[in-house]
């Protein structure tokens, strides 16, 4: 079982619907949940993250740990055409000292239709 | 300020030949991490350069190497190239001590092996 899993789509949605992209996870050692956004032939992009469990809000965009069922969500709300990129989930054990090393999930490609 | 470059943005190489893809990293970083995409997944980690010396390293062969120059900037050294080696290379610099989110990526050498 790969530590992190997440469905690599393609995703297709109207312009303005809400967006829901989804992670699993098997390390119960990861604390730190970071979500990036990588459009096409670009580097990946932090977009947000959270510590621990719980939910945090940034405009359009929320983010949602549960570490109980090791589920990790980032919602988008009235999505428009500049959302459509990859979202890659990387959570991470990091204890903020030493070297690190971020594990992805495949990515899940978006595309918002005008 | 530069973000984080990368050099050369293509490169189209033959199999068994030997490529060495450059980053520079953002201001003020000292810590430079190599990433494989390879196409529809999501970043692996190759290695991590800390002070002029590996200090991380990724499940990758010893065809990987690697180095960091007293400037901070780093080369990634890959022999013998396989098919399988086709990808996105990604650099990400950050700074001894912050947070695993405050990385910064590049936007990659995209490597074609044929």
């Known amino acids: 079982q790969k530590e992190v899993e997440q469905d690599p789509g393609p995703l297709s949605v109207p312009e303005g619907a809400i967006v829901s992209l989804n992670c699993t996870y098997s390390n119960s050692a990861f604390q730190y949940f970071m979500w990036y956004r990588q459009y096409s032939r670009k580097g990946p992009e932090l977009l947000m993250y959270?510590?621990?469990?719980g939910n945090k809000e940034d405009g359009r965009f929320t983010a949602q740990v549960d570490k109980s069922s090791k589920y990790i969500s980032l919602f988008i709300r009235d999505s428009q055409p500049s959302d459509s990129a990859t979202y890659l989930c990387a959570p991470d054990s990091y204890s903020g000292a030493g070297s690190y090393q971020l594990t992805f999930g495949k990515g899940t490609k978006l595309s918002v239709i005008p | 300020d530069a973000g984080v470059t990368q050099s050369p943005t293509h490169l189209i190489k033959t199999r068994g030949q030997q490529v060495t893809l450059r980053c520079s990293p953002k201001?003020?970083?000292?810590?430079v991490s190599w990433y494989q995409q390879a196409l529809g997944q999501g970043p692996q980690f190759i290695f991590q350069y800390y002070e002029e010396e590996e200090r991380q390293r990724g499940n990758f062969p010893d065809r990987f190497s690697g180095h960091q120059f007293p400037n901070y900037s780093s080369e990634l050294n890959v022999n013998a190239l396989l098919l399988g080696d086709s990808a996105l290379y990604l650099c990400?610099?950050?700074?001894?001590?912050?947070?695993?989110?405050?990385?910064?990526f590049g936007p990659g050498t995209r490597l074609t092996v044929t």
């Open positions: 959270t510590y621990s469990s």
């Open positions: 990400a610099s950050s700074l001894e001590g912050l947070m695993i989110y405050e990385q910064y």
């Open positions: 201001s003020g970083h000292d810590t």
